[in-house]
């Protein structure tokens, strides 16, 4: 079974400085790998996906994340955030040509500061 | 608004009763998916559908749970005999086949 992990629980940055919240699975075979995000009273949002080809995908709101196959590794990044950022992040995998039931890891909190 | 709805958002109950819940996906949706989320962790899957088949259960469904989705539309939940471990939000999300999930905004359940 799949599994994922979030190593940041909470994360406090200042606007305008650079975001990197890692991600990291555990998946014998071929997955694909999503970030969401849930701003505070809202419900889950897709924020951006990667299935196949070019490993650093491009999301909504300036958010980009680099899948790196050999560290099994899908890093969220985002060079200049803003304070309407603050959210709970989520990465979630879920295995190639399956059932599509996605594993989630466990969020990391971010505020980011005036 | 055309995302996928759920129905109540809040659900407070007495130990021991029975609950339902509703989730209206996005109408070109053909899987529907139930996601169970606790506080301080990320969603834990429960159950999907694809069309009105139910596909795969996950073995955190206890007997009491039963999902249906008659005809291939909206779906519900329900929890028999509630216990307070049930407590968390439940969490609706469809795709298109193997498309990216889009959720809902989830129905609170509080078991007192």
């Known amino acids: 079974a799949q599994s994922v992990s979030q190593h940041n629980h909470h994360v406090i940055l200042s606007e305008a400085a650079s975001l990197e919240l890692g991600c990291n699975y555990s998946?014998?075979?071929?997955?694909?790998l999503f970030w969401y995000v849930q701003y505070p009273g809202q419900h889950l949002q897709l924020l951006l996906k990667?299935?196949?080809?070019?490993?650093l995908v491009k999301g909504i709101k300036g958010f980009e994340a680099e899948f790196i196959k050999s560290k099994f590794s899908f890093n969220l990044r985002k060079p200049s955030v803003q304070w309407s950022d603050t959210a709970e992040y989520f990465c979630?995998?879920?295995?190639?040509?399956?059932?599509?039931?996605?594993?989630f890891g466990t969020g990391t909190q971010l505020k980011v500061e005036l | 608004d055309t995302g996928v709805s759920q129905d109540p958002r809040h659900k407070i109950t007495k130990r021991g009763q029975n609950v339902t819940f509703r989730c209206d996906p996005i109408s070109e949706h053909n899987r529907l998916y139930w996601y169970r989320q606790t506080l301080g962790q990320g969603p834990e899957f429960l159950t999907y559908f694809q069309n009105e088949a139910q596909l795969e259960k996950s073995r955190l469904l206890s007997d009491r749970f039963s999902a249906e989705r008659p005809k291939g539309s909206f779906s519900t939940l329900e929890i028999q005999r509630t216990e307070q471990g049930d407590s968390a939000m439940y969490l609706c999300a469809s795709s298109l086949l193997a498309g990216p999930q889009y959720f809902g905004a989830g129905t609170r359940l509080s078991v007192l």
């Open positions: 990667y299935f196949s080809g070019d490993p």
């Open positions: 998946y014998g075979g071929t997955v694909n």
């Open positions: 979630a995998v879920t295995p190639t040509g399956g059932g599509n039931k996605l594993t």
